[in-house]
């Protein structure tokens, strides 16, 4: 009986073993007469595939794969933004072209509405036009140098020849009336001593900036004086009263006109005669007209002045 007892007493070991957290169920297994789980080690020992190592495994597998999708997502990536990088530069260039087309045809009307504006403003209102926004003044003359390269010949270099021909070389003084961007003084540097270029806006630092209808210079000081394209306000006859008034008798006055402005030459030259002028050489082409005046007498103080209008110059859109 008592070697029974002693077998059937359980063994101290074993009591340790199921002592402690897990001894809840070492009693449960006791109770179902189960036989306890082996320990981990000598299982992987044994080469059985346990849920841990088949978690690891999964895991393995689950980052190979996460791996591959990552570098499938990352060149994808690159291909989507390889291709979209293609797709913004062809968006790009086609915005650019609108752009720029657009910027081109926004600058084209703005110069046709202030080439308008010109002919139709008084020289006054032309000028605080300009004064308020300058920006304007240089899309205006960007406009007109893109008119001009349309044309076969430059007016100027007509103009600058009569110059040449017409003033003494060295002494004389010249008003550009309307220069721009003041071609015609360096074009005529060096022949004459002084080129007064007088314009709404100063493009540059050879530009005097003022309304030529009222323009800073003293009575008869001048030998020449120049209208290049430049004849454009809605009061006309105050420029060539103005033009009359700055040269010296005998002195020079060249007119460039556009031909669609005039309506007959002979009556637009007798027109500037009656200011004071006599023509002395006239020639006309395809688009404009050429005038070479002298100046004969001095205007007397209250001479009413002759209504001098022409057509104004509108350029079409293309
Ligand atoms: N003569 C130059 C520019 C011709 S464009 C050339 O041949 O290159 C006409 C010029 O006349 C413009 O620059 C315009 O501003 C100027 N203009 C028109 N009305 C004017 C005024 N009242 N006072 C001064 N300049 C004027």
Known sequence: VNRLRRLLQPAPAAAATDAGP???????????????????????????????????????????????????????RKLGSEKSDKNRR????????????????????????LNEQLYTLSSADAFEMFKADPEAF???????????QRWTEDP??????????????????LVDFGCGDARLASRLEGHCAKVHSLDLVALNNRVTA??????????GIAHGAVFCLSLMNANLSDF????????????????????????RTQRFVNLI???????????????LVYLLFNKSRNRKAGEPLPELRLKPCLYKKR
Not at 40 to 46: G, T, Y
Not at 156 to 173: F, M, N, T
Not at 273 to 287: L, T
Request: charged share 30%; with cysteine.
């Open 138 to 148: 240089k899309v205006y003359h960007a406009g007109y140098s893109a008119q001009r």
């Open 240 to 263: 060539l009263a103005e033009a009359s008034r700055v040269l010296r008798l005998n002195g020079l006055l060249c007119i460039v006109e556009a031909r669609s402005r005039i309506e």
């Open 90 to 113: 062809k968006k790009g260039a086609a915005a650019g072209a609108l752009i720029g087309g657009g910027e081109q045809g926004l600058l084209a009307s703005k110069f046709r509405y």
């Open 273 to 287: 005669e009656r200011f004071g002028f006599q023509c002395q050489r006239r020639r006309e082409d395809k688009y």
């Open 22 to 76: 897990s001894s809840r169920f070492a009693k449960k297994r006791k109770a179902a007469n189960e036989t306890p789980a082996k320990p981990v080690e000598s299982e992987a020992s044994i080469g059985v595939e346990t849920p841990v190592k088949r978690q690891k495994r999964h895991r393995r597998k689950l980052s190979k794969k996460r791996l591959e999708a990552a570098a499938a997502a990352e060149e994808a």
């Open 156 to 173: 100027i270099d007509w103009v600058a020849k009569q110059c040449r021909l017409g003033l003494p070389a060295g002494s004389s003084v």
């Open 210 to 219: 003022c309304d030529m209808a009222r323009c800073p210079l003293g009575n």
